[in-house]
């Protein structure tokens, strides 16, 4: 088990490694494995390489992230010019569906609203604005609504576990609730754990996965 000044030691070693983070500006305090982040990242996407880059790093329990985002003033935009550039990045998305996705801005900060059938549609959205001169943070209050029953749901990921892994999938337990799927069982190892909820989230519809899979040499 890593020690906080160890845990500290490796998150500002990944921040520094990161070509998208100015790791001088970041603030680092460990404390029985949970960090807190500080400092004034000067976009939302540095932010968001942040806060990722902190969850890499094994031994993380949570993040408190205290880091609001201070644009310098090249990056200034008004409103309304971050508003059209937020509907021209979703139109010219061709993983986002036309007319589902209605944005909202306020100081910089993008609320993304409507709904959707898939989840990397829902992702696709949000990773479209997050990078745009001027944003200073991202809502993403898109809603994935299948047009499939949960039977279907569940036969779909029954079926992509099979092509992937089908000596784990006999020991995969699946259940979905409206837009929910929950994992559990045994599997051999993270790999195939990792592929499963990646089966699960590629499902039609599925806006949460939860993996209870454990991990058994």
């Not at 998208?20 to 400092?39: F, P, S």
């Not at 942040?50 to 094994?58: G, L, M, P, S």
């Not at 985002?69 to 990056?75: G, M, N, P």
């Not at 993270?190 to 454990?214: F, M, T």
């Amino acid at each position: 088990m890593r020690s906080d000044a160890q845990l500290r030691s490796d998150i500002v070693a990944e921040l520094t490694w990161d070509p998208a983070i100015t790791a001088t500006n970041v603030g680092v305090i460990v404390k029985d494995g949970v960090v807190t982040l500080t400092g004034h990242p000067s976009s939302h996407a540095e932010k968001y390489a942040i806060e990722r880059a902190a969850q890499r790093v094994k031994g993380v329990k949570a993040l408190a992230i205290e880091m609001p985002v201070k644009l310098a003033s090249d990056y200034e935009r008004t409103d309304a010019d971050i508003a059209m550039a937020v509907e021209r990045a979703i139109e010219w998305n061709v993983l986002v569906p036309d007319d589902k996705i209605h944005p909202m801005v306020e100081q910089g900060w993008v609320t993304l609203n409507g709904e959707v059938e898939w989840e990397y549609q829902r992702r696709a959205a949000e990773g479209a604005v997050r990078s745009l001169l001027g944003v200073t943070g991202v809502t993403n209050r898109v809603v994935v609504k299948p047009k499939f029953t949960p039977a279907d749901v569940e036969k779909k990921i029954r079926e992509a576990l099979e092509r992937q892994a089908d000596r784990e999938a006999e020991q995969i337990k699946i259940e979905v609730n409206g837009a929910h799927v929950t994992l559990s069982g045994k599997v051999h190892s993270w790999a195939e754990r990792k592929a499963a909820q990646g089966a699960a989230w590629s499902a039609p519809g599925v806006a949460n996965v939860i993996n209870n899979l454990l991990v058994e040499a």
